[in-house]
Nanobody
């Protein structure tokens, strides 16, 4: 079984900082990429940031200059450092991982965490 567990969400004032973490566990051969998505009430789920096994990163325009994504391969953990938070950042943040459970797998599979609430007050 593969499980992704997010942590670090909470309530913060505008301009504040939060650091999210997501740890993958279970039978995993390799993680190809990990990322963060978010979904606000009445909105579609949107990409926030991704990071590949080569540490190539991709950030949404709304996150550029404020958010940083990083990973610790040994811990199978991805982080999202969020600075200068705005009320519009309020959402449930979901972690995902594109991974192979076995070395013979040709196509990786994506897994999702349960989400963590981020609320930014004005």
């Amino acid at each position: 079984q593969v499980q992704l567990v997010e942590s670090g969400g909470g309530l913060v004032q505008a301009g504040g900082t939060l650091r999210l973490a997501c740890a993958a566990s279970g039978s995993i051969f390799s993680i190809i990429a990990m990322g963060w998505y978010r979904q606000a009430p009445g909105k579609q789920r949107e990409l926030v940031a991704t990071i590949s096994d080569a540490d190539n990163t991709n950030l949404a325009d709304s996150a550029k200059g404020r958010f940083t994504i990083s990973r610790d391969n040994a811990k199978k953990t991805v982080y999202l450092q969020m600075n200068s938070l705005k009320p519009e950042d309020t959402a449930v943040y979901y972690c995902n991982a594109l991974l192979k459970r076995y070395y013979r797998d040709d196509v990786p599979v994506m897994y999702w965490g349960q989400g963590t609430q981020v609320t930014v007050s004005s």
